[in-house]
């Protein structure tokens, strides 16, 4: 089994939610880390993947609502500094994969699948190889114990429920 490393620099991992039920709210995580070991990243079922995100590093454009995200009305940063997700299962589907695992969120433990493409593999201008993936997963907010919300005069709440999360990843080998 082999180590690979996230170039942090070519990847992204990023959410969007609904706002005031009529437009998107977009935001990404800036600081994590991730441990990806597997026999060829040809072949994602052999890997295992965690992923640890700094939760004070949100970034969603607009200061005031990150500082509103960071607070226990939202994620609670400064007891639940961070987001885990650990895969428990991988399967394949042609260069398309089901990765589930437990994602944590503000102390809260729920299964989670994120549909895979494999992306390709290259070679940069180093001879270094690089793997690309993208990856999305849906989940309830509220099922997290992120249940803030304002109801809107013209009916409706202001933050949706459902949060798409996608990830953009250019993985190769630890050094």
């Known amino acids: 089994m082999a180590k690979w490393a996230v170039d942090q620099s070519h990847s992204t991992i990023g959410f969007e939610v609904k706002h005031m039920m009529v437009s998107k709210v977009k935001g990404s995580f800036e600081s994590y880390t991730a441990d990806v070991v597997a026999e060829d990243l040809t072949d994602l079922t052999t890997a295992s993947i965690a992923f640890k995100i700094d939760v004070a590093s949100i970034h969603t454009r607009n200061e005031d609502r990150d500082n509103h995200l960071k607070s226990a009305d939202f994620f609670d ?10 895969s428990t299962s991988i399967t394949k589907d042609r260069d398309d994969y089901k990765v589930t695992g437990d ?42 114990g992120l249940t803030w919300n304002a109801a809107l005069e013209t009916g409706g709440v202001l933050v949706g429920k459902d949060i798409k999360i996608k990830v953009e990843l250019e993985v190769n080998p630890a050094a």
């Open 77 to 86: 940063a400064e007891n639940q500094p961070s987001i885990d997700f650990t």
């Open 103 to 144: 994602l944590t969120i503000k102390g809260v433990t729920k299964p989670v699948t994120f549909d895979v493409e494999f992306g390709g593999k290259g070679t940069n201008p180093w001879g270094v190889e690089v793997y690309g993936f993208e990856a999305e997963a849906k989940i309830n907010r509220e099922e997290f």
